[in-house]
């Protein structure tokens, strides 16, 4: 009798990254269906272990780019999820958006953008009104780079001019848009598309525009944007985050669809917003590569159908469709499954854990 052909996925993550993501439950479900993963020794060069059919990653840095071309040019028949090149491309909050401008869907009722934004280099512009007049407080200040760096996550919500003091260039002001304290995380995973709501900052008033002395409240803050009353578990209840109506599915796949394509990425998630002036107006306001998957209810049958997916398409020669047209998950054996309802650089290798701070 032929021994099973077992396929390996090497990973490479960062430690907390790894805590999180390879839980025992999924090492176990992705054996039973004949796909082994293997942690990756950063400690070593790349080119030199495996075999891997896939590889899993997400560490940065030139040196780390210099092993996956390495690992590519010994290892043509390998999968690399996803490039670095495309990751980038979701390190710089400007260059992340600019590829929702560049799709192309029509829907019945419901529209979709990005909220005003402008990059700020420097102190001068930042105090120029002129240069950014089209924007109008409350802002939200964010790093320009977003590199998932605990740093990157030092964002603020700005009242007025008077905020403007105690920001860093080089950031992005994007104007915040009142969205009923409620956002949608919309998680990607090859041809899997989900969709979540979760609290969000609350909505701001004419009367909090105006009446904050502070200007400024970093979202480490959040809690204290206002009254007790409106923070705490009360207030979310009375905004309804259960009864809030999800987007249409069908919509919101559209979408997914169309920023895999265009960024060139498997595994992602991007944050919408509804804004509150139209109720089938939706914005997107962030994308973030390889997210907390672990977070989502039966996460390890959604991965594990990914990677035998990629499998599939790697014996089939079909790498270039792993993901964008495979909306329905094969098993390693060719078995058809039903997909699961869809409800500067210092040039080495860097481990940039993950800050739990989410907006």
């Given amino acids: 009798m032929a021994e099973e052909r077992r396929f390996g996925v090497g990973y490479a993550l960062a430690p907390k990254k790894q805590q999180s993501f390879i839980q025992d439950s999924l090492v176990e479900l992705a054996r039973s269906r004949g796909v082994d993963l293997v942690r990756i020794d950063t400690e070593k060069e790349l080119a030199d272990q495996g075999p891997f059919d896939c590889v899993l990653h997400k560490l940065y840095g030139q040196d780390w780019k210099r092993q996956l071309e390495a690992f590519r040019v010994k290892n043509p028949n ?12 979701l390190h710089n909050r400007i260059s992340m958006l600019q590829v929702v401008s560049e799709l192309k869907i029509e829907h019945e009722s419901d529209t979709f953008g990005i909220p005003k934004q402008i990059v700020i280099y420097d102190k001068e512009t930042l105090f120029d009104r002129p240069a950014w007049e089209g924007l109008k407080f409350p802002v939200i200040a964010k790093p320009l780079v977003a590199d998932g760096s605990a740093k990157s996550h030092k964002m603020a919500l700005v009242f007025n001019h008077d905020g403007l003091n105690n920001l860093k260039p080089p950031i992005v002001l994007q104007e915040f848009v ?43 803050q959040v809690s204290n944007l206002a009254t007790n009353e409106r923070t705490d578990d009360k207030y979310y209840k009375m905004m309804h985050l259960d009864d809030t109506e999800m987007p249409p599915q069908s919509f919101i796949t559209e979408i997914a669809r169309g920023l895999q394509r265009g960024l060139k990425l498997n595994l992602f998630n991007f944050d ?19 997210p907390g998957y672990a977070k989502m209810p039966g996460y390890e049958t959604i991965l594990t159908d990914f990677f035998c997916d990629i499998v599939q398409k790697k014996e089939e020669g079909e790498v270039e469709k792993i993901g964008l047209e495979s909306y329905e998950a094969l098993s390693c054996d060719k078995e058809v499954r039903k997909t699961l309802s869809n409800d500067g650089d210092d040039g080495a290798v860097r481990n940039i854990e993950e800050d739990p701070i989410q907006v």
Avoid at 79 to 87: G, K, M, N, R
Wanted: with cysteine; charged share 25%.
């Fill in 78 to 89: 390998a999968v690399i999820v996803d490039s670095p090149e495309a990751i980038e491309r």
């Fill in 272 to 290: 919408v917003i509804r804004d509150a002036r139209f109720g089938n107006r939706y914005l997107i306001i962030d994308i973030n590569y390889f």
């Fill in 178 to 220: 009142n969205h009923g304290g409620v956002i949608f995380k919309v998680y990607v995973v090859g041809g899997y598309v989900k969709c979540v709501k979760r609290k969000s900052l609350p909505d701001v008033s004419e009367e909090e525009k105006l009446g904050s002395l502070e200007g400024l409240l970093s979202f480490s």
